[in-house]
């Protein structure tokens, strides 16, 4: 049973940053695809930034501030998250699938919260 954990998530202020990761307990140097998803209350999931192939692709309202990285070493898939706004509170998931004909695996979530 494939599993991913994030971590990095907490309270910070507006204009903060945070690095969230997330493990895989297999191998992700060969992947389909990867990348960070997140729920805020009473909202809908929606794509944060993911790799696909040999292309990274970043919600627009993240773009210039947030930055999706692959340690293939490590398993981990961190997202670096700078000028954090209140908006941006939610729970942050991580998703992976090794084959484009595989069902996604995801991780339990880590919760970020802007706020002074």
């Known amino acids: 049973q494939v599993e991913l954990v994030e971590s990095g998530g907490g309270l910070v202020q507006p204009g903060g940053s945070l690095r969230l990761s997330c493990t895989s307990s297999?191998?992700?140097?060969?992947?389909?695809?990867m990348g960070w998803y997140r729920q805020a209350p009473g909202k809908q999931r929606e794509l944060v930034a993911r790799f696909t192939g040999g292309s990274t692709n970043y919600a627009d309202s993240v773009k210039g501030r947030f930055t999706i990285v692959r340690d293939n070493a490590k398993n981990t898939l961190y997202l670096q998250m700078n000028s954090l706004k209140p908006k941006n509170t939610a729970v942050y998931s991580c998703?992976?699938?090794?084959?484009?004909?595989?069902?996604?695996?995801w991780g339990q979530g880590t919760q970020v919260t802007i706020a002074s």
């Open positions: 998703d992976t699938r090794w084959d484009p004909f595989d069902g996604s695996v």
């Open positions: 297999r191998s992700i140097s060969v992947i389909f695809t």
